[in-house]
């Protein structure tokens, strides 16, 4: 009876909102990952990275209702995000998998200083070249070494920021807000 009841208002408070959820017009990953191919803003997100990008947006939007009274017009807005950022959070996602992985002896290594000179080298020599030259009269190379409390303080500062939750944020301005009942939608028609 409880639970009869609890469905019966939910139910009532559905009936209240002019339009729908992001789980009723997406209600699983194919439905989603289909109505975006289909959309004329595809871009080549890999196929983790879109599965990921739903249940991202499941997970933060799902029960939320669409701002929008156009259905397809949502779509698209949300498309036009994907399209304009998607590709950019793609590339910070992989940057920062590369920083997560690196070893102490990456984060580490610091930057080399060369300088060199030639009376006479026999060739040309290059600017170009960022290696020691073999045949020179003169050189002086200053390697440098990051302290472990420097190199773990910088990937600190690398990993701190992270890039999903930015790219989820995107999105907000597609969903409304307030957890109220909304107003009636009054209408004049000609008979």
């Not at 080549?44 to 991202?56: E, G, Q, W």
């Not at 102490?104 to 600017?127: C, D, M, R, S, Y």
């Amino acid at each position: 009876m409880a639970n009869m009841l609890a469905e019966l208002i939910y139910d009532d408070i559905a009936h209240q909102r002019r339009t729908r959820t992001f789980c009723d017009i997406f209600p699983d990953e194919n439905t989603f990952n289909t109505e975006y191919a289909a959309s004329a803003l595809t871009m080549s997100l890999t196929a983790t990275n879109k599965k990921a990008l739903y249940y991202l947006l499941y997970a933060r939007y799902g029960n939320s209702h669409i701002a929008s009274s156009d259905e397809n017009q949502f779509k698209y807005k949300m498309w036009s995000i994907i399209y304009m950022y998607g590709p950019n959070w793609e590339k910070e996602l992989a940057l920062q998998a590369t920083f997560r992985n690196m070893t102490e002896a990456q984060l580490v290594q610091g930057a080399k200083t060369i300088f060199n000179h030639a009376h006479n080298p026999g060739t040309a020599p290059t600017t170009s070249t960022l290696e020691e030259l073999t045949y020179i009269d003169d050189q002086n190379t200053a390697n440098y070494k990051k302290s472990n409390l420097d190199a773990y303080y910088l990937l600190e500062g690398l990993l701190k920021a992270d890039v999903t939750e930015q790219f989820i944020r995107k999105f907000e301005g597609l969903f409304i807000r307030f957890v109220s009942p909304e107003p009636a939608l009054l209408f004049e028609m000609e008979v």
